[in-house]
């Protein structure tokens, strides 16, 4: 198990975002199976520590969580065949769950990044994220409004709506939140954290941090069925 992410990981993901065609893909894909190794391998690793606090990551594996490498160009104008960077979502369902969870991007020239919340959910999602905030401002305020989390954070990031959201007043205490329809706090990591020795640390402590975010944001979607 991995508990680092190795130099070549990065300097392959480096390249491929200058090199991003399938003759290149093709010639290096001994290094791209390489990369993809040693990113499965701190995955796997993360996941065990990650039990300690966060019992979705309890019979999961790096597998589980990875994303493909290779990009959907069928409706996008931008025609590059493969991603530039490896992502992980840890959720209960693994990555294609629309439940809140935790997201490791890992990406060359200093564009790596940890994240949590909730990603674009459903009407049904929003409808019950809103309803909670409402009530329970208070609550959420506690949690993304501390110095220990705006250190780490800094402000919510997330699409949100020009107007108010249908229901609620443009005067509601909590409109500034209300008016997201994804809600995602986004840690940057820096290639020299990447590739520190305590990486796996790095995100622990900050996955940590974001569990009591993605606790609330949970707790009003337990009794919904996906749409």
């Known amino acids: 198990?991995?508990?680092?992410?190795?130099?070549?990981?990065?300097?392959?993901?480096?390249?491929?975002?200058?090199n991003n065609t399938r003759e290149w893909f093709a010639e290096n894909k001994p290094r791209y199976e390489a990369a993809r190794k040693d990113f499965l391998g701190f995955l796997d690793?993360?996941?065990?520590?990650?039990?300690?606090?966060?019992?979705?990551?309890?019979?999961?594996?790096?597998?589980?969580?990875?994303?493909?490498?290779?990009?959907?160009?069928?409706?996008?104008?931008?025609?590059?065949?493969?991603?530039?960077?490896?992502?992980?979502?840890?959720?209960d369902g693994g990555r294609k769950s629309i439940l809140p969870g935790y997201y490791l991007?890992?990406?060359?020239?200093?564009?790596?990044?940890?994240?949590?919340?909730?990603?674009?959910?459903?009407?049904?999602?929003?409808?019950?994220?809103?309803?909670?905030?409402?009530?329970?401002?208070?609550?959420?305020?506690?949690?993304?409004?501390?110095?220990?989390?705006?250190?780490?954070?800094?402000?919510?990031?997330g699409e949100q709506l020009k107007t108010t959201p249908k229901g609620y007043d443009k005067e509601n205490p909590a409109i500034e939140y209300l008016r997201f329809k994804s809600w995602n706090a986004v840690m940057p990591l820096s290639d020299k954290i990447v590739l520190g020795n305590d990486f796996m640390d790095v995100v622990l402590d900050g996955f940590k941090s974001l569990k009591p975010f993605n606790d609330f944001l949970a707790a009003p979607l337990k009794e919904i069925g996906e749409d």
Do not use: C
């Open 105 to 157: 991007h890992l990406a060359g020239n200093n564009n790596s990044f940890l994240a949590g919340g909730l990603w674009m959910p459903p009407a049904s999602y929003l409808k019950a994220v809103r309803q909670e905030i409402d009530y329970s401002l208070d609550e959420l305020k506690g949690i993304v409004e501390t110095p220990a989390f705006k250190k780490k954070f800094g402000e919510l990031q």
């Open 45 to 91: 690793e993360m996941l065990k520590e990650m039990t300690h606090f966060e019992p979705v990551a309890n019979a999961q594996t790096g597998k589980d969580l990875v994303f493909r490498i290779y990009r959907d160009v069928r409706f996008s104008n931008d025609k590059r065949p493969y991603k530039d960077h490896f992502g992980a979502y840890v959720a």
């Open 1 to 18: 198990m991995a508990s680092t992410i190795a130099k070549s990981t990065i300097n392959f993901l480096n390249e491929l975002s200058r």
